[in-house]
Nanobody
Framework: QDQLVESGGGLVQAGGSLRLSCAAS????????MGWFRQAPGKEREFVAA???????YYADSVKGRFTISRDSAKNTVILQMNSLEPEDTAVYYC???????????????WGQGTRVTVSS
């Protein structure tokens, strides 16, 4: 069954770190671009990071230098390591998969249920 399951959200103080994981089926993990998006309260969902099957990475300007996306092929899992977190990073984070997309939300075909990240000041 093709599905994405996120984990790792929670509450952290500003300046802290969190590690989000997204477990995917083998079919999706091996053939799709994997991405992370987020939606803050009252705002549109926005692109955060993506990684291709060849491990090329893409980041939103707002997270460059602080967040790192990676793939763990042994576990069919995509990781989003978030460091130096700011209150503005507070959002529900979604894992997604796309055949060809990068930062465009409309290009993604599969979505997880989301995991909440709250950064306190």
């Amino acid at each position: 069954q093709d599905q994405l399951v996120e984990s790792g959200g929670g509450l952290v103080q500003a300046g802290g770190s969190l590690r989000l994981s997204c477990a995917a089926s083998g079919r999706i993990f091996n053939n799709y671009v994997m991405g992370w998006f987020r939606q803050a309260p009252g705002k549109e969902r926005e692109f955060v990071a993506a990684i291709t099957w060849s491990r090329r990475t893409y980041y939103a300007d707002s997270v460059k230098g602080r967040f790192t996306i990676s793939r763990d092929s042994a576990k069919n899992t995509v990781i989003l390591q978030m460091n130096s977190l700011e209150p503005e990073d507070t959002a529900v984070y979604y894992c997604a998969a796309s055949e060809y997309g990068r930062s465009s939300e409309s290009a993604y075909d599969y979505w997880g249920q989301g995991t909440r990240v709250t950064v306190s000041s």
